[in-house]
């Protein structure tokens, strides 16, 4: 605190630069235990994981890890589960986000309304997101079990299914069980997020749009979405992203089987590193998901800047 | 009765319809672990198909907590995931404001390494963080899963922070600042205390996913003093019989904190959102 | 804010702190767990620290589910115990890499290596004829069968041969919803697959002279066949194309299925869920030649390369096959026993393992041991096996092809073993 002195030019200078000073490294030094924690923590063990793709490394072979350049991408070009892998990541990516997507897009709506009771529906129809998944793998496993799980036999009952056999035995129809178990567990993230963002549109814009005559469906054509779109976008990047790894639910309930009809990339991986032990192998085809999930991630984000534009 | 009336009547019934459906599928799953952890032994596999057993048993729960080292696994896992969620609380509060308030260079670059950390199968992970935190000595202890689960949570953390940031304005803290304060008493005393439900929110989130973390919690760590509840529950998969009985009893034990956590943050995590609508 | 996370560290380093002091610390592993052998294991060090009041044992037990791959990273980071319990399909990967120590300067002047059968010695030196691991007992396949469900299908005794095993199959499973075999076909389903192709060659080689692997013979393709066929004609639970040990093991105790091959220590899990009158044990099938071939496993005690006090650990592994331990050990474990004199204890007399030991005293049932030397061997059995056995099963493959992939992997294996 000033004395009031009129003190020498300098001091308000020296004040000014040492603020100047402090609000350009004030950024970083916010940003800087963050940082610091993830760089070390992640991205140190990152990098040396990706560099095993580019060498021999056998778990339990303490003479291995020479380099060999860029031979494990060969192998993979002309690997068959590979490709296998992929397309079941395609299918198992898909339709776990998109479906989560659609029935959280529902809920949210639906509980964009205000009802008596709806902050317990809203607590209960969340609660799903806090199951480790692990045990959500084990539960709706035992859910599918014919011999202590009820939905076989309903399944047969209401002639969805011809027969009352578990449905993971088959190879056509075994990946809609850890499907079902994703969906179940991803809706609460879905329909938060979107929630959130619905409850962030101003009520006047509808209510013109009633004074204008516009019915529910076109309320909700021309005002909601286009508003709730770079939400949606950014959303469904992070869950794809995330969903495209995620190996628990299938290794819990099928084990990538029967006969590798539910093996995903990142089951696939696990798989490498952990039963053949071939830590250079399982690091090309992470390598090569990353390099895929990147590009994916750019093409979402150009199109959610080009909504963006759009939208203002 | 008017068109209109039968219209809401309508309306409503069908609303209620499917939040009944929504409630009964998430609710389901979890009923029947419930159910499994208070059937008997003996009438596990003869009446496993009905939807409440004939004679109903608190001998699994009575074992798991008696018998196991459950106890010990859960109070690690208590100690582990609220340090995390302080921590991350802490560090995505300061990395988040900083996202949200000022604009520097390097920054997209951070956001986009946050949003690449995401893409990486955390397997491959495993072996280069072991051979990291092993000289140190992080290897089988609790310490060392924090910090993993921290670097873990960071990104996602940060960006959740960011969007509550933006929804307070510049100009609070910006009045403070004209008034001397500096900005991290600004930070302080200001803002922080108006993105608690924010905090309290990403801490929760935060909370329940290091609760239920079970490859890095198995592979780094392997004593069953540092051992977390997940990896308890593998232990009910023994050479002799897989023992579902206890491990769904573990397993509803397990769910508590946890729900207990979502149920109470869920409300702040979506008018906190509201409020900075995940827009960036 | 600031107490409270002091708070928490400090927690945190309670909770981590260094144990009591002691003059050494043994570090032991073990792999197949369960909490009752974890009991058991730890009465056993019990008695080792008691006699030697200077050291302590500190026992790491594993998930059995992840400990693959759990010690495989423990390994590989440097993590290593002085004593590990050692499963038959692991030793290849640590023997051939040089982690494991010799144990044969101790077996040289141990008191009790005289009294060790000679299976036990042969099969703990399979690398390299040096012994790395000391066997603490055998998993012998033999027949389960469920009294019960045999009784209401009209059936009086356990089935002898292959045909009869089909035929009784048959049967059980024409009763609604019943199967006549608890298939495995998930993991660790590589011994029936053995059992059956062995069975119908007639032998129990699995490489020619030449160095090429037999499983392209018809013979060995015709036990495929034949295993792939009970599945497909729904003799086994549809289900158990995913099946591993605990399903079927499940599978046989609550009456789906009728009968299971397993080892003796399978009967732990079911005598605790079924009465000793509702099961039984007979020896394992014989093939038109007139031979069984139930497989052969063992597990043992192993001692690391890189360990600081190797005198210690071996008087540890000394005192768990020693004589009272080993005989402890089994009684928890079902396994049976590496001692010659064993065989006579009361344990042994009871009539559940009566199977077991007119397996071993007949001679036309010769206990086959799996190549478990070949480095590969492990990831034949836990991936390659399972994999193309679902499909056979499945039908996307034919047992021919299947038998040329299997063969194809172990001939190369085989080669690169040199």
């Not at chain 1, 494990?72 to 990541?89: C, I, P, Y």
């Not at chain 2, 302080?86 to 509060?93: C, K, M, N």
């Not at chain 2, 969007?163 to 500096?182: C, M, N, Q, V």
């Not at chain 2, 034990?253 to 959102?273: D, K, M, S, W």
Request: hydrophobic content about 50%; proline content about 6%; some cysteine.
């Amino acid at each position: 605190m000033g004395t009031g002195h009129d003190q020498s030019e300098t001091e308000p200078e020296v004040r000014a630069v040492r603020r100047r000073l402090a609000s350009s490294a004030e950024p970083y030094l916010y940003s800087a235990p963050a940082l610091i924690l993830i760089v070390a923590v992640m991205l140190v063990p990152l990098s040396v994981g990706l560099s095993y793709a580019f060498r021999d490394i056998q778990l339990l072979d303490p003479f291995s890890g020479g380099f060999v350049g860029f031979d494990h991408f060969r192998e993979l070009k002309a690997d068959h589960s590979f490709r296998a892998a992929l397309l079941n990541t395609v299918v198992w990516t898909g339709a776990s986000v998109a479906l989560q997507f659609i029935f959280g897009l529902i809920l949210a709506l639906l509980l964009n309304r205000e009802f008596p009771g709806r902050r317990l529906v809203q607590a209960l129809v969340f609660l799903p997101w806090a199951v480790p998944t692990f045990l959500v793998g084990l539960d709706w496993a035992w859910l599918f079990n014919p011999v202590v799980g009820p939905l076989p036999g309903w399944l047969f009952t209401l002639k969805i299914t011809h027969d009352t056999n578990n449905l993971l035995a088959d190879p056509a129809t075994a990946l809609i069980g850890p499907i079902v178990g994703a969906i179940w567990w991803g809706i609460p993230f879905f329909a938060i997020t979107i929630l959130a963002a619905l409850q962030s549109i101003p009520k006047d814009l509808y209510e013109a749009a009633s004074i204008d005559g516009a019915g529910a469906f076109k309320q909700f054509r021309s005002i909601t979405l286009p508003l709730l779109a770079p939400t949606i976008v950014i959303t469904i990047l992070l869950r794809t992203v995330w969903v495209a790894n995620f190996a628990d639910l299938i290794v819990v309930m099928t084990n990538g089987g029967p006969a590798d009809s539910t093996q995903t990339v990142a089951s696939y991986i696990f798989t490498t590193a952990f039963r053949r032990l071939d830590f250079g192998y399982a690091s090309t085809i992470a390598a090569v998901l990353l390099m895929l999930l990147f590009v994916y991630a750019l093409a979402i984000l150009s199109l959610r800047r080009l909504l963006v534009q759009r939208q203002s | 009765m008017t068109i209109d009336m039968l219209r809401r009547i309508f309306y409503w019934s069908a609303h209620y319809l499917l939040l009944g459906l929504y409630v009964l599928f998430a609710l389901f799953p979890l009923f029947w672990l419930i159910k499994v952890a208070l059937t008997p032994n003996d009438l596990l596999y003869s009446e496993g198909i009905r939807l409440w057993p004939s004679r109903t048993s608190l001998e699994h729960f009575r074992f798991v907590l008696t018998h196991s080292e459950f106890p010990l696994f859960f109070r690690n896992s208590l100690i582990v995931s609220s340090t995390t969620a302080v921590t991350v609380a802490l560090i995505s509060s300061a990395c988040g404001y900083s996202l949200s308030r000022f604009s520097f260079r390097g920054k997209p670059l951070l956001v986009a390494l946050m949003l690449t950390t995401q893409m990486f199968p955390l397997v491959m992970l495993v072996a280069p963080m072991f051979r990291l935190l092993a000289p140190l000595g992080l290897t089988n202890s609790l310490t060392g899963l924090v910090i993993v689960y921290s670097a873990f949570n960071a990104p996602f953390a940060t960006l959740l922070m960011q969007s509550f940031f933006d929804a307070i304005p510049k100009e609070l803290e910006e009045a403070a600042l004209i008034d001397g304060a500096t900005r991290f008493g600004a930070f302080r005393r200001i803002i922080l205390p108006l993105t608690l439900p924010g905090i309290a929110a990403t801490g929760g989130f935060v909370f329940t996913a290091a609760w239920s973390e079970l490859l890095f919690a198995l592979m780094l760590n392997s004593s069953s003093q540092a051992s977390t509840f997940p990896v308890g529950l593998l232990s009910f998969v023994s050479k002799f019989s897989v023992d579902f009985g206890q491990m769904m009893a573990a397993g509803v034990l397990a769910l508590i904190p946890a729900c207990l956590f979502f149920v109470l943050i869920q409300r702040y995590l979506v008018r906190g959102l509201t409020a900075g609508a995940v827009k960036g | 804010m600031r107490t409270a996370l002091w708070l928490a560290f400090a927690a945190l380093g309670l909770s981590v702190g260094p144990s009591a002091e002691a003059a050494a610390t043994l570090k032991l592993v073990e792999v197949i767990t369960s909490p009752e052998r974890t009991e058991t294991l730890k009465a056993i060090v019990k008695i080792f620290e008691d006699a030697n009041p200077d050291v302590r044992v500190e026992i790491t037990s594993l998930p059995w589910g992840p400990s693959f791959e759990k010690f495989a990273t423990m390994v590989a980071a440097g993590d290593t115990p002085d004593v590990v319990e050692m499963p038959d399909v692991w030793l290849a990967l640590y023997a051939n890499n040089g982690a494991l120590e010799s144990l044969e300067p101790y077996l040289k002047t141990w008191e009790h290596t005289a009294e060790l059968n000679q299976r036990t010695l042969q099969l703990g030196r399979v690398i390299r004829n040096t012994a790395y691991m000391l066997p603490y007992g055998f998993y012998l396949r033999a027949l389960y069968y469920n009294k019960k469900l045999f009784a209401a299908a009209g059936i009086k005794a356990p089935p002898k041969t292959l045909d009869e095993f089909v035929a009784v199959s048959r049967k059980v499973s024409s009763l609604p919803g019943k199967y006549g075999y608890c298939l495995r076909g998930g993991a660790g389903g590589v011994n029936a697959w053995m059992m059956f192709g062995a069975l119908v060659s007639g032998s129990d080689e699995f490489f020619n002279t030449d160095g090429s692997s037999t499983f392209t013979d018809p013979g060995w393709v015709k036990g495929f066949s034949a295993l792939a066929g009970i599945y497909r004609s729904g003799l086994a639970p549809k289900d158990s194309v995913n099946w591993g040990y605990n399903d079927i093991v499940t599978g046989f105790y609550s009456g789906t299925c009728a009968m299971i091959d397993n080892d003796p220590d399978a009967m732990i899990a079911i005598a605790e869920r079924m009465k000793p009158d509702e099961y039984g044990v007979a020896p394992w099938i014989k093939g038109p030649s007139g031979k069984s071939f139930p497989t052969i496993g063992y597990s043992g005690w192993s001692m690391f390369a890189n360990g600081k006090q190797k005198e210690l650990a071996w008087k540890l592994i000394a005192t768990l096959d020693g004589v009272p331990g080993n005989l402890t050990w089994n009684r928890r474990t079902g396994a049976l026993p590496i001692y010659t004199a064993a065989a006579k204890d009361p344990l042994y007399a009871d009539a559940r393992f009566k199977g077991w030991f007119d397996e071993l005293s007949d001679p036309d049932v010769v206990p086959m041991v799996m190549p478990v030397y070949l480095r590969a061997w492990a990831l034949f059995a836990s991936s390659i096996v399972p994999r193309t056995s679902q499909s056979l099963l499945l039908g996307q493959l034919t047992a021919a092809e299947m038998a040329q992939q299997w063969a194809r992997v172990m001939t190369k294996a085989k080669q690169s073993q040199k």
